[in-house]
């Protein structure tokens, strides 16, 4: 679906319940982003910014890990127009490697928990010990305590699902603040 807002429509009405409330309301996030990009970047990136966050964010690298192609395109875009480099990939085993692929790691990993090849929490004790500068945060829409227990020692930040474009932002921010 990336990129295509008609194809997200279709399925959100091919859902139902708690999940066409959730898809809804990233297509609407996503409009909001859309219109945003279209002002100026400086002045984009400081209407989505965080009180008190650090404007210049473009030497900052993210990666962004999701099996959905909405939620990955979505959030590239949210995360790019407020100023970050950002990768993507659609799994844990892509995610490994792009990061094989880079002379220096990415400065953040972002990984959504329930993944089919590989969980956000598996993912993220491979990468922290064979690259133990990136940071993370976690996105789920339910997060058991074992995945929060299994996360802890590296610290990581978690992200309910849904979120908009200034609690990304907020969450990257904080956490490469830290």
Same mark, same amino acid.
């Given at each position: 679906?990336? !990129?295509?807002?008609?194809?997200?429509?279709?399925?959100? %009405?091919?859902?139902?319940?708690?999940?066409? $409330?959730?898809?809804?309301?990233?297509?609407?996030?996503?409009? #909001?982003?859309?219109?945003?990009?279209? /002002?100026?970047?400086?002045?984009?990136?400081?209407?989505? #910014?965080?009180?008190? #966050?650090?404007?210049?964010? $473009?030497?900052?690298?993210? @990666?962004?890990? $999701?099996?959905? =192609?909405?939620? &990955?395109?979505?959030?590239?875009?949210? &995360?790019?127009?407020?100023?970050?480099?950002?990768?993507?990939?659609?799994? !844990?085993?892509?995610?490994?490697?792009? &990061?094989? !692929?880079? #002379?220096?790691?990415?400065?953040?990993?972002?990984? $959504?928990?329930?993944?089919?090849?590989?969980?956000?929490?598996? @993912?993220?004790?491979?990468? %922290?010990?064979?690259?133990?500068?990136?940071?993370?945060?976690?996105?789920? /829409?339910?997060?058991? =305590?074992?995945?929060? %227990?299994?996360?802890?020692?590296?610290?990581? !930040?978690?992200?309910?699902?849904?979120?908009?474009?200034?609690?990304?932002?907020?969450?990257?921010?904080?956490?490469?603040?830290?």
């Amino acid at each position: 679906m990336t !990129g295509n807002l008609t194809e997200a429509v279709q399925k959100v %009405a091919e859902l139902s319940g708690e999940d066409q $409330d959730y898809f809804a309301h990233l297509i609407l996030e996503q409009l #909001a982003v859309r219109t945003r990009a279209r /002002g100026t970047g400086a002045a984009s990136r400081a209407e989505t #910014a965080p009180e008190g #966050a650090e404007q210049e964010r $473009d030497s900052f690298r993210v @990666l962004v890990v $999701d099996d959905e =192609d909405f939620l &990955l395109d979505f959030t590239r875009q949210c &995360l790019e127009q407020s100023g970050f480099k950002v990768y993507v990939s659609d799994g !844990g085993q892509a995610a490994i490697q792009v &990061l094989e !692929g880079m #002379a220096e790691p990415v400065d953040l990993l972002l990984a $959504d928990c329930n993944m089919p090849d590989m969980s956000g929490p598996e @993912l993220i004790e491979l990468v %922290a010990s064979r690259w133990p500068t990136v940071k993370f945060v976690l996105t789920s /829409g339910f997060l058991t =305590d074992a995945n929060h %227990a299994r996360v802890e020692p590296y610290g990581v !930040g978690i992200l309910a699902k849904p979120y908009g474009q200034h609690d990304i932002t907020r969450a990257i921010c904080e956490k490469l603040a830290e």
